[in-house]
C-alpha cells in the first residue's frame, strides 16, 4: 500500500472516529415512558424503553431492552436509530482501518 493511500486511509478514518455529533439531541420534554430509543455506548449503543422521565433533575430511567436492567442517565445519551446506525457505520470503519493497518503496518506509520 503506497503513502498517499495510507494517508487517505488515515484521514477517512479520523473521520469516522469523530463522535457522533449528537445535533438532535433529546428534548427531555419530548421523551415518553415506553418510547424505544437507543443508549450511547462505546462498541455498540443499546436498544432501551423510557421507563420515567425526571424533568426536575433532567434526567431519563430507561430499561435495557437485553437484560431489563435500569438506570439513570442524561437526556444527551439518549440516540434515535439514526444517529445509532451512524455510530454503527463509524465503527465499523474504525475496524476496518485497523485490520488494514495490522495487515500492512508500514502505511500506518506516518
Not at 486511509?9 to 433529546?26: D, E, K, Q
Amino acid at each position: 500500500m503506497n503513502t498517499k493511500i495510507a494517508k487517505l486511509f488515515l484521514a477517512l478514518s479520523i473521520a469516522l472516529l469523530i463522535p457522533v455529533s449528537n445535533t438532535h439531541a433529546a428534548n427531555i420534554r419530548d421523551l415518553d415512558p415506553g418510547d424505544g430509543v437507543y443508549l450511547q455506548g462505546i462498541f455498540s449503543d443499546d436498544l432501551v424503553l423510557i421507563v420515567r422521565v425526571d424533568i426536575g433533575n433532567n434526567r431519563v430511567k430507561v430499561r435495557r431492552s437485553e437484560d431489563n436492567t435500569t438506570q439513570w442517565v442524561s437526556p444527551s445519551k439518549i440516540l434515535s436509530r439514526d444517529d445509532s446506525i451512524k455510530n454503527d457505520i463509524k465503527r465499523t470503519g474504525a475496524a476496518i482501518l485497523i485490520i488494514g493497518c495490522l495487515l500492512d503496518s508500514e502505511a500506518c506509520k506516518d
